[in-house]
C-alpha cells in the first residue's frame, strides 16, 4: 500500500495529487452509490463521521448543520467543481498549477475523508450485508495512507478515526516476502 502512495521519480507533485484526487473521488462515489438509497434525511438527519457532527460551510464562511446525503452532494458538488476548474487543475502540459491548487485539493480530500468517515459510522452494517466492507476498509487505508504521505488532512482530524486504523492495521495478514510461499508450476 505504501508503494501505491509514494510519488512516482519523475513526476510533478501537484499532477500526483490531481491524479489520485480524481481517482479517490471516483472510488468514493462509487462506494457511497452503493449505500446511497440508505442514506436518507430521516436515517442521517445530521452528517456523521467518526465521532463528530460535521457542518458544511458555505462559501462565505458559515457553517450549518446538513443531512448526511445533503453533505453528500454539496461534497460531490464542490470536487467536480475543483477538479474541473481549468485554473486549479491545468490539464494543458504547458500551464503551471496555482497557489490555489494545494487548499482547494486539501479541501477535495477532507470531503472524501467525511464521506469514508460517514459510511463507517452510519452505514457500516449495510456494508458488511452488502459484503462491500473488504473494500470500504482498502480504500480508507489508501485514502489515510495518501492523506499523510502528503499532509493532506489535519492530524487532529485524522486522530478521529485512530481506532479504526490501528484495527485495519492489525487484523491486516504480514506481507508475504519472496521465500514464504509455494510456487505453482
Not at 452509490?33 to 445530521?46: A, K, L, Q, R, V
Not at 475543483?82 to 486549479?88: G, K, N, Q, S, V
Not at 494545494?102 to 477532507?110: E, G, M, N, V, Y
Request: aromatic fraction near 10%; charge should be positive; hydrophobic fraction near 40%.
Amino acid at each position: 500500500m505504501l508503494m501505491l502512495v509514494a510519488l512516482p521519480k519523475g513526476l510533478n507533485v501537484d499532477e500526483w495529487l490531481a491524479s489520485n484526487a480524481s481517482a479517490f473521488y471516483n472510488h468514493v462515489s462509487l462506494m457511497y452509490g452503493s449505500i446511497s438509497e440508505f442514506c436518507t434525511i430521516s436515517s442521517c438527519p445530521t452528517m456523521k463521521a467518526w465521532s463528530t457532527q460535521i457542518q458544511w460551510t458555505n462559501e462565505k464562511g458559515r457553517k450549518r448543520k446538513c443531512s448526511g446525503p445533503q453533505y453528500a452532494d454539496y461534497a460531490a458538488s464542490i470536487i467536480q467543481k475543483i477538479l474541473t476548474d481549468e485554473d486549479l487543475v491545468p490539464t494543458k502540459q504547458s500551464k503551471e498549477f496555482s497557489k490555489a491548487f494545494r487548499p482547494a485539493i486539501q479541501k477535495t480530500f477532507r470531503f472524501l475523508f467525511h464521506l469514508v468517515g460517514h459510511m463507517y459510522t452510519c452505514h457500516f452494517r449495510t456494508i458488511v450485508n452488502l459484503e462491500l466492507h473488504p473494500h470500504l476498509n482498502t480504500l480508507y487505508l489508501h485514502l489515510l495512507l495518501f492523506c499523510a504521505e502528503f499532509n493532506l488532512l489535519d492530524s487532529k482530524e485524522m486522530a478521529l478515526s485512530e481506532d479504526l486504523t490501528t484495527a485495519l492495521i492489525h487484523s491486516s495478514p504480514p506481507p508475504r516476502t519472496s521465500g514464504s510461499h509455494a510456487r505453482n508450476t
